[in-house]
């Protein structure tokens, strides 16, 4: 099956902690972008990656690292800089770039204990 | 095919002035309808309408949505030229498979702005 893949599903950082959240496509689709939803907003852009070796930071990347070593691969890092990670983290992938048709893996929930 | 349609593709006004841009969309299991500025890279986040009716406020900004004529509005009053920018209109649907979801965006408005 073709999909998007994220994981884990939950997650919990304890303070001064940095932890990484996994995105993986197979899609063999050429961007990739990781977004923020915090409860009644919307998606904002941390950081979106248009080709393998090359990432761009989006809204909020303050707090936030990434890498693109794969062209199926995007992990994201929010480190201990980022004061408040409580939120639900989207990968998406899609075709080509310039923010076409984004499709959705099915998330990370980030707590902080 | 999911479609999401923006007018006007490109606008010019001067400073103070007041504009309204326009999304229309045709989408299966719609989630969301969010608007975004797009000045330099990567789109910002201005809003995300869920509700009929509801308008939402930020500073010169509003925007609407009617789910019934599967629209949206952006209103920007007294325009200034720090608005001059792309602004894209996106939909968000729910995706059958693997997939969470699906965001389609529009070709954009083209706004700009003179002194």
């Known amino acids: 099956d073709g999909g998007i893949t994220q994981s884990p599903k939950y997650l919990f950082r304890k303070e001064g902690q940095n932890v990484t959240l996994s995105c993986e496509q197979n899609?063999?689709?050429?961007?990739m972008y990781w977004y923020r939803q915090d409860p009644g907003q919307g998606l904002r852009l941390i950081y979106y990656s248009q080709i393998v070796n090359d990432f761009q930071k989006g809204d909020i990347a303050e707090g936030y690292s990434v890498s693109r070593e794969k062209k199926e691969s995007f992990p994201l890092t929010v480190t201990s800089a980022q004061k408040n990670p409580t939120a639900f983290y989207l990968c998406?992938?899609?075709?080509?770039?310039?923010?076409?048709?984004?499709?959705f893996g099915p998330g990370t929930r980030l707590l902080v204990l | 095919e999911d479609k999401v349609v923006q007018s006007p593709l490109s606008l010019v006004v001067h400073e103070g002035d007041t504009v309204t841009l326009n999304c229309s969309y045709e989408?299966?299991?719609?989630?969301?309808l969010l608007w975004y500025k797009q000045e330099k890279k990567a789109p910002t986040f201005l809003f995300m309408l869920t509700s009929s009716g509801i308008e939402k406020k930020s500073g010169r900004l509003s925007s609407i949505l009617d789910k019934k004529e599967l629209f949206s509005i952006l209103n920007i009053t007294a325009t200034q030229t720090g608005d001059s920018a792309i602004y894209l209109c996106?939909?968000?649907?729910?995706?059958?498979?693997?997939?969470?979801?699906?965001?389609?965006f529009g070709q954009g408005t083209i706004l700009t702005v003179h002194p």
């Open positions: 899609l063999n689709h050429d961007a």
């Open positions: 989408v299966t299991n719609f989630r969301s």
């Open positions: 996106a939909v968000e649907a729910s995706a059958g498979g693997t997939s969470y979801g699906k965001l389609t």
């Open positions: 998406a992938s899609s075709i080509g770039g310039g923010f076409k048709t984004q499709y």
